[in-house]
């Protein structure tokens, strides 16, 4: 069950790190931490990726309860079969139900991370999101022996 650990943890340390960020950055607006590079910015995301499809919260809400079930389901039936693919599980429902929750309690998602050569604010559930599915890609294309 080290997976429900990864879950906990990420959603845990996401939402601690979003508090802080509407606490400390939301009043300036923007904070420059590395010259020219990279800004903790704080944006507030009513869309999904790159603010797409804004304003259709419910919509989110029911996709993202559904898609974190059927994550949730498969996490269950490997039941140790594949450890990197339960960690990759792990990650991508860990920060979706990072980003649930704030859609559930806002209508929108605290984004703060900003790189000056990658425009769109992401946070660190939209991270794992990525990082989860870029290693499971991966791990399905160039595993041979996969066995469900």
């Excluded at 904070?31 to 910015?41: G, M, S």
């Excluded at 769109?120 to 294309?141: E, H, K, T, Y």
Aim: overall charge positive; hydrophobic content about 60%.
């Amino acid at each position: 069950m080290y997976w429900l650990l990864i879950v906990t943890a990420l959603v845990s340390l996401d939402q601690y790190v979003k508090r802080l960020v509407v606490v400390n950055v939301m009043p300036k607006g923007s904070i420059e931490v590395i010259r020219n590079f990279f800004y903790l910015t704080y944006v507030e995301n009513f869309g999904i990726a790159f603010g797409m499809f804004k304003n259709r919260t419910w919509f989110f809400i029911i996709m993202t309860s559904i898609i974190a079930l059927m994550i949730l389901y498969f996490i269950i039936r490997l039941k140790g079969k594949s450890l990197a693919i339960t960690f990759c599980l792990s990650l991508i429902l860990g920060g979706a139900i990072g980003n649930l929750i704030d859609r559930v309690r806002f209508g929108y998602v605290v984004d703060y991370l900003h790189f000056s050569f990658f425009p769109p604010v992401f946070n660190l559930a939209d991270s794992a999101i990525v990082v989860g599915a870029f290693l499971l890609g991966a791990i399905i294309l160039f595993k041979k022996d996969l066995d469900f």
